[in-house]
């Protein structure tokens, strides 16, 4: 659990261990360590997930707000995609007609 906690750039160990994380790009980046991370302490006796300035303790409310954040990185990351794929048509649009438009002189 600590070596997954020290992933984030702002862990404190202590009583309580604590993981803060403040920019949305941590999250997407470390999306995996925050998965294992919470899942293995979502039952603990005592253990919090703060967010928007709201404490969630129970497991039906830290289990609500996580499949929120869930939801949010997909639709990120299906942003991310739809915009790969439209550089790409441009990309291949463009080198497409500069070969069309080619002319080898011997």
């Known amino acids: ?11 404190k160990p202590g009583t309580p261990n604590i993981v803060t994380i403040e920019r949305e790009g941590e999250l997407l980046e470390k999306w995996e360590y925050f998965n294992l991370l919470f899942w293995r302490v979502v039952d603990w006796k005592g253990s919090a997930l703060e967010f928007d300035g709201q404490r969630y303790q129970g497991h039906s409310e830290k ?34 007609s500069k070969v069309n438009n080619l002319t080898v002189l011997n």
Do not use: G, S
């Open 1 to 11: 659990m600590m070596n997954l906690a020290k992933e984030f750039d702002n862990f």
């Open 63 to 96: 289990t609500r707000i996580f499949y929120a954040l869930q939801f949010q990185k997909t639709t990120h990351m299906c942003e991310v995609v739809d915009k790969i794929k439209e550089l790409r048509r441009i990309y291949d649009y463009t080198y497409q």
